[in-house]
């Protein structure tokens, strides 16, 4: 699977979220193929890139995480008006 087309479902999957909510990678990983594991490290990279890019915001335990964070992590909506990597 692309690294574009990761971007594309990620991208779709938090502009779905409802204000102040975030999603886990792995439930789109789960969206987009029955043997989704294999995913997960392509997808978390891309949601890095996009946090990189202030598209979305990766979180780990509610606050911001860093740019290669280790355990579980969140993806959100960007918060508006704030530069890539000044998320509050």
Do not use: N, Y
């Amino acid at each position: 699977m692309s690294d574009d087309h990761l971007r594309r479902a990620i991208l779709a999957q938090v502009d779905r979220l409802r204000p102040g909510t975030t999603c886990c990678p792995s439930q789109i990983a789960r969206d987009l193929a029955s043997d989704w594991r294999p995913l997960m490290t392509p997808l978390r990279q891309a949601a890095l890139d996009l946090a990189a890019e202030g598209r979305i915001r990766v979180t780990q335990k509610g606050r911001p995480a860093g740019p290669a964070p280790r355990g579980p992590i969140r993806l959100a909506a960007p918060e508006p008006g704030l530069p890539p990597g000044k998320e509050g």
